[in-house]
C-alpha cells in the first residue's frame, strides 16, 4: 500500500504540471502546397509499442511492434493516395552502414524537435519568448537532410512516429485506486506524430501532433484510425467533395 501512495504522489504532480490544453498542429508562416505540385518521400516510421507497468514504467513488446508496423505501413500506404500529391516510400539504405545510421539520426532528431513543438508551442503557456503567437512557427531538421540517399528529387519528406504503451493489469488496478483517491492516473499512453519537412531548407513546415491519440494500433481498424488521425490537415489534400445529403 506504501508503494501505491508513492506512485499517487507521483501521478498527482505529473496532473498537475500537464493540465493546460495542448494545440495539435502547426504550420509554418506563409507555407502552402498545392495539389498534385510536389513529391513527397515517406520515410520509415518509428513505432513503439509495449506494455505499461503498474508504476508507469515502459516494457518493450517486439511482437506488439511488428503487428503495429506492418498494420500502420497498410493504412499509411491506403492513405498515401488520398494525399494530394505524390508520395512514395523510402528506399532505405541495403546492408545498413553509415547510410542507416544517419537516417536513425534525422529520425531521432525529428521525434526531439517534434516534442520540443509540442511542449514549447502547442502548450500556449509555455510557449518560447521568440514564439509567443501561434503564427510564430519557426522549427528546422537542417539543410543537411536533403543529403541522405534516396531524396534526391524529391521536395519534402514525411515523418511519422508513434508510440504505445498498453496499461497492465496492475496499472488498470492502480488507476481505480487512484480515482477514488481523485489523483489522475492514466492506465496506457498512446501518443504520435507526423510532419513535413521541406528538403530545400530542412525547415518543419507542419506537424500534426497529440499526446493522447486513438486506436490500436496492432490491428486494422484502430491502425486507420491512427493514421487518419496523424494526417489529419494535412497540407495539400483536396478538400472533399460536397454530396447532396451534406447541403443544407
Known sequence: MRIVRIILAGCLLFGASSASAQEKSGIKPGFTLAPGSAHIVLLRPSILVGAQSTAGMFEPNADWTAQARDMLGTALRAAERQLGNAVTDYAEPVGGGADAATLAEYQALFDTVAASVIEYQFFAGNRLPTKKRKDQFDWSLGPDVAKLPGLAG???????????????????????????????VTAGVHRGFA????????????????????????DAAGAAKRVRQLLAGFPGRPAAPVTAAAVP
Open 154 to 184: 524529391a521536395d519534402y519528406a514525411l515523418f511519422v512516429s508513434t508510440e504505445d504503451h498498453f496499461g497492465s493489469t496492475a496499472r488498470k488496478v492502480l488507476q481505480v485506486v487512484a480515482a477514488l483517491a481523485r489523483v489522475p
Open 195 to 218: 510532419g513535413l519537412v521541406d528538403l530545400r531548407t530542412g525547415d518543419l513546415v507542419w506537424l500534426n501532433a497529440d499526446w493522447q491519440m486513438g486506436g490500436d494500433v496492432r
